[in-house]
């Protein structure tokens, strides 16, 4: 599988490895607190399904997990291997989860699962690429199902706006600038999702729940 050209490599460099201890100290270590807080929103049950799509080193994955129970099913994907193999050694005592390598733009997954979980992934790809991450969460959701991403959020504080999009364009990915600016909410309207939950969670993070849309005989769209 070719690796795509906006794909930061930093990922399978030894910064994998500090990721965790990177998004602790971002979060004034607040981030296993938000991450929960995230999850709970979708009201998971035990014995449903998760996807966590560019699942890292399985932060939401492992969380999911907990919730579903050993009865569950979560898929964690992500095109790093190096933050994969952190994942899966966390996860060890979670024989509910499965990780793949795998690009989430080419999934074929269709109708399989209770939520779509996307942490801070949305935010490393270009447009074209979100729109197809964002299809494809939606087939392969089942009909009424969730898809929860939580990421950056544009800051609210107007003067501090200049140092936001310096930390966004050198820390993070150069596309972070343009996420926070994108209307998410009609892109995934026109996929077939409506948007039911948008929480400002912490300063900079959102956290946005969109479900199927299910018309009146109970089907979903396409
Ligand atoms: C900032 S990390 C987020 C990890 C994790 N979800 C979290 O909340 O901490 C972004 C992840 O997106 C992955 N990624 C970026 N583009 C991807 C793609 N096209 N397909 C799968 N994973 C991708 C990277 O490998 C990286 O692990």
């Not at 979708?42 to 999911?64: F, M, N, R």
């Not at 193999?85 to 390598?101: D, E, G, R, T, V």
């Not at 343009?178 to 993070?205: D, M, S, T």
């Amino acid at each position: 599988m070719k690796v795509p050209k906006y794909y930061r490599k930093e990922f399978e460099s030894f910064l994998a490895d500090i990721y965790d201890v990177f998004v602790n100290v971002m979060t004034f270590f607040q981030i296993k607190r938000l991450r929960k807080k995230a999850i709970n929103t979708l009201g998971l049950k035990k014995g449903q399904s998760v996807l966590d799509l560019a699942c890292g080193t399985g932060g939401l994955t492992t969380i999911s997990a907990e919730k579903v129970g050993e009865k569950g099913k979560v898929v964690g994907i992500d095109l790093s291997q190096r933050m994969l193999n952190i994942a899966i050694k966390k996860s060890k005592q979670c024989p509910q989860i499965s990780y793949l390598w795998h690009n989430f733009e080419h999934m074929h997954y269709k109708n399989l699962f209770d939520a779509v979980v996307v942490g801070f992934g949305a935010h490393e790809v270009p447009p074209e690429p979100r729109h197809n991450l964002y299809k494809q969460a939606y087939k392969a959701l089942k009909p009424k199902g969730k898809l929860l991403i939580f990421d950056y959020a544009m800051i609210r504080n107007k003067p501090l706006r200049l140092f936001y999009w310096l930390y966004l364009r050198t820390i993070e990915h150069p596309n972070g600038w343009e996420y926070v600016n994108e209307n998410h909410q009609k892109i995934l309207k026109e996929i077939g999702f409506k948007r039911v939950k948008h929480q400002r969670f912490a300063y900079l993070f959102d956290v946005a729940m969109y479900q199927i849309k299910v018309e009146e005989n109970g089907k979903r769209r396409n």
